[in-house]
């Protein structure tokens, strides 16, 4: 593995103004094109005298495919934003001699590149520390040619709004250009290498670098059985392999001859005839083939292995072969592993139902984080602010590590828009907003706090962006109290009659009441924010608005003799959202909104999404009964043999694979076997079983700061054990155990 993390700045040269390039020696430079050509290829040639360890740093504008001396080194660079572009690290031990270094350079128009890549200015990078500052991108004798190997004309499609759209890659093209000596130019240098840790100024046309902060993606060959295919001239082939697991990889084909092989995947097949989302099972090949991401690789005289640019993922892998006027071989396939590279530790069992889902929980969990979190590999690589919470939640349970949260606060902090509202979704140029994720986003960064010992110097610089959140909400207030509806998509969750997920009444400007609950509901995390930092009279004045407003909202919207809060003025329209809402905010009496959980009066549920404020719920009303009934929705992944957990609770799920499905996993370690910190920083450990005469639960979660929660409550009794210099406590039938670091306690759990 030749990927490295630095902890330093490679570019770091702190200057008040822009200088001119001529004043700016010494240093790598951009190399930038003209955008003409869907990929570019550059080089460099050079010669070691003696071997050495060359260490350099690598970024690009879209996307770069690093090869050194024949051999793919990474795809990247690892995603960032318009104010931190990636800048991958890379150490190589070079033998004496000739080398080169050749990447391809990925720049696609907008029109045609996938929503959660950031463009600013096309361009390739590569600094080259010293003594070896000659082969930097600038300094090097760099030669650059347009691609005639790698074409992308189709257009982008409705399912490819986030995805890479497909690519033509053909093989003797691309031998042809990579060995040519003919056709290279002398690559001209554009800007200088600018530090987003070192400026002291932000211009937006100014690609600004950060060392990339995760490890490297994972790279290994997907399990599969595959036999040599040879297409006799002018005839066609088509194969579907069910890979018996979803997958998210490169596919890499070794072909010859002459024609077409189209590689991709689908998720699923379609009943033939039909409604348009309705699968067959998962491990059935009898269906139609409809929706599939994929590649198409013209084949040369030669045999030649070629390695795209995009991922494709799914269960099912489709191969298409067509053949020319000669044969056409497929001698060899090889499919690429990658996600980001969880070290996943946790281990549970909750119950049958439970256990048997709790496979495909994981596998969705890491079918969803890459270079960031993603809100389906299928249809959309970039975050939504309300998955990415309950994503990293689920991580927090099974993974010590902690990288991929704090990147994904961070960059939901650093897309806030001039209203002070962070994107509904990112890296995404557009920055649509949802005004109910920004609150949610203010949830995870308070997540970050109590879960990530590591957490609190980011969380405290990101309190600025919480507070432009509030002040965005609040300036919506109206005399009453009540807040207007905000700008953006007002989005909440799928609910029957909720018209693109917006619920009843919520037309900007206007007042409704699950947008007003879920101000309240997220309001105490700003709260709880100010009040760790120290600013009292912050947090009480947000106090103070929330109780004017559940005052408000109780007396416009709640029905005493249902126990509910209606989602409309004249209280007729109930849902279980609001309810969950509600009583998550702890701004009700006791049993508001319990009657959610009363059988004789139907109310709209929660669909997978907001299950998770379902489970919530459940914990603060001591619900474990719920929650288990609950987990019966479920059961389609076993109905329809599911690898991951689907979109929506129906059976006409749009993506097979969305990690806000999965947040049974998080819930039975900390709402079932009640384990969460206690304190910020997770340097105090609570645990509150919620019903382990009703359901048992063991098992063991990873603790950040090292070592496992290793935790046995059933029936008879309940057992937990703290990992060294991690004291906490055990709460069981409202009795408090006390555990010092390192130590175990048993209590009786049968009264």
Request: proline share 8%; with cysteine; charged share 25%.
């Amino acid at each position: 593995m030749h990927r490295i993390s630095v902890d330093y700045d490679p570019v770091s040269v702190q200057l008040p103004l822009p200088p001119p390039y001529s004043d700016y020696p010494g240093r790598a430079s951009w190399l930038n094109f003209s955008g003409v050509s869907p990929v570019y290829l550059v080089r460099l040639k050079f010669t070691l005298k003696e071997s050495a360890v060359v260490r350099f740093h690598v970024s690009a504008d879209i996307r770069y495919m690093l090869y050194f001396d024949g051999k793919l080194l990474e795809r990247g660079p690892e995603r960032g934003d318009i104010c931190r572009r990636g800048l991958d690290g890379f150490e190589i031990k070079m033998e004496a001699g000739e080398h080169c270094f050749l990447a391809r350079i990925l720049t696609l128009p907008n029109r045609q590149k996938p929503w959660g890549l950031i463009h600013t200015e096309y361009g390739f990078l590569l600094a080259a520390e010293e003594p070896f500052g000659e082969l930097s991108t600038g300094r090097g004798a760099w030669e650059v040619r347009p691609s005639t190997g790698i074409v992308f004309p189709h257009e982008t499609d409705i399912y490819r709004i986030a995805t890479g759209i497909p690519g033509v890659y053909d093989a003797a093209e691309i031998k042809a250009e990579g060995s040519s000596l003919s056709g290279w130019q002398k690559a001209e240098s554009g800007g200088p290498a600018y530090s987003a840790l070192a400026s002291l100024h932000f211009p937006a046309n100014r690609r600004l670098l950060y060392p990339a902060g995760l490890p490297p993606q994972l790279n290994k060959p997907v399990p599969f059985s595959f036999d040599p295919v040879e297409v006799a001239p002018g005839e066609s082939f088509e194969t579907i392999i069910d890979l018996g697991d979803y997958y998210c990889f490169y596919p890499e084909p070794t072909l010859s001859g002459d024609g077409v092989i189209e590689i991709g995947a689908t998720e699923a097949l379609y009943q033939v005839g039909g409604p348009e989302m309705r699968k067959v099972p998962r491990n059935s090949l009898a269906g139609e083939l409809r929706n599939w991401h994929m590649d198409s690789f013209v084949a040369a005289e030669e045999p030649q292995t070629i390695q795209p640019f995009f991922y494709r993922c799914g269960r099912l892998l489709v191969i298409r072969m067509k053949a020319g006027k000669h044969p056409l071989k497929l001698e060899g396939l090889r499919l690429m592993e990658t996600r980001y590279p969880w070290e996943i530790t946790g281990e549970i069992s909750g119950g049958e139902r439970f256990d048997r889902l709790a496979p495909a929980l994981r596998r969705t969990l890491e079918m969803c984080t890459h270079d960031t979190y993603v809100d389906c590999p299928f249809y959309e690589q970039l975050m939504y602010a309300g998955d990415t919470r309950v994503e990293a939640l689920i991580s927090n349970v099974i993974s010590p590590d902690r990288r991929m949260q704090r990147k994904a606060a961070a960059m939901f902090d650093r897309s806030r828009n001039w209203t002070g509202m962070p994107a509904s979704c990112c890296p995404e140029n557009g920055r649509q907003v949802i005004p109910a994720f920004s609150l949610i986003w203010m949830a995870m960064v308070h997540d970050n706090l109590m879960w990530d010992p590591g957490a609190e110097p980011a969380v405290r610089g990101q309190l600025a962006g919480i507070r432009s959140v509030m002040d965005a909400w609040e300036l919506n207030r109206r005399p009453d109290g009540l807040i207007a509806t905000l700008n953006g998509w007002n989005h909440v969750t799928a609910i029957p009659g909720w018209e693109h997920c917006i619920p009843p009444e919520a037309e900007i400007g206007e007042v409704a009441a699950v947008p007003n609950m879920m101000f309240l509901c997220f309001s105490k995390y700003a709260a709880l924010l100010e009040r760790h930092f120290g600013f009292t009279e912050r947090a009480e004045w947000i106090e103070t608005g929330r109780k004017r407003l559940a005052e408000r909202l109780r007396e416009r919207y709640y029905v005493p003799e249902y126990r509910l809060f209606a989602d409309d003025a004249a209280k007729t329209l109930f849902s279980e959202p609001i309810q969950c809402l509600a009583i998550l905010s702890g701004m009700f009496e006791p049993d508001a909104a319990d009657g959610m959980f009363a059988s004789d009066f139907p109310i709209e549920k929660c669909n997978f999404y907001f299950s998770h404020y379902y489970f919530e719920a459940c914990r603060e009303r001591g619900r474990a009964d719920a929650m288990l009934k609950r987990l019966e929705d479920w059961e389609l992944i076993s109905e329809l043999d599911l690898s991951t957990t689907p979109e929506t609770t129906s059976g006409e799920s749009r993506s097979d694979c969305h990690a806000w499905s999965a947040a049974p996993l998080f819930h039975w370690y900390a709402s079932l076997a009640g384990i969460r910190p206690a304190a910020p920083g997770f340097v105090r450990v609570a645990a509150n079983p919620a019903m382990p005469g009703l359901q048992p639960v063991r098992g063991k979660m990873p603790h950040p700061a090292g070592g496992f929660i290793r935790f046995d409550f059933n029936a008879d009794y309940c057992e937990l054990s703290l990992p060294e210099g991690v004291a906490g406590e055990l709460v069981v039938h409202g009795r408090k155990e006390e555990i010092p670091p390192g130590e175990t306690r048993r209590v009786d759990s049968s009264c």
